[in-house]
Nanobody, 124 residues
Framework: QVQLVESGGGLVQAGGSLRLSCAAS????????MGWFRQASGKEREFVAG????????SYADSVKGRFTISRDNAKNTIYLNMNSLKPEDTAVYYC?????????????????WGQGTQVTVSS
């Protein structure tokens, strides 16, 4: 089993920045690709970004390319999402995910393990 805990969400003005973290515990040796999804109120959950275990491959949703950066520190079993130039439409609950490939994640299908989510609110 793998447990994921997100942190770093909050309220920020449009144009601002936030950094989300997701710490993994449990069978961390089994963790490969990790990623972020988000779900806005009244909408379906959507893929945001993914990163392979080595960090050598990343994938981003078109809506966040050039503004968000995903990274990971395997020594800490943690991934990060640096979010810049935030827009009100980025407002959502952000979820950490693992358990599948980066290709599958980018097709909006998450793996078996999810965090509890962290709220990001961007005011205009």
């Amino acid at each position: 089993q793998v447990q994921l805990v997100e942190s770093g969400g909050g309220l920020v003005q449009a144009g601002g920045s936030l950094r989300l973290s997701c710490a993994a515990s449990g069978r961390t040796s089994s963790i490969g690709t990790m990623g972020w999804f988000r779900q806005a109120s009244g909408k379906e959950r959507e893929f945001v970004a993914g990163i392979t275990r080595s960090g050598g491959t990343t994938s981003y949703a078109d809506s966040v390319k050039g503004r968000f950066t995903i990274s990971r520190d395997n020594a800490k079993n943690t991934i990060y999402l640096n979010m810049n130039s935030l827009k009100p439409e980025d407002t959502a609950v952000y979820y950490c995910n693992t358990g599948t490939t980066i290709s599958t994640m980018s097709r909006e299908m998450g793996g078996a393990y999810w965090g509890q989510g962290t709220q990001v609110t961007v005011s205009s």
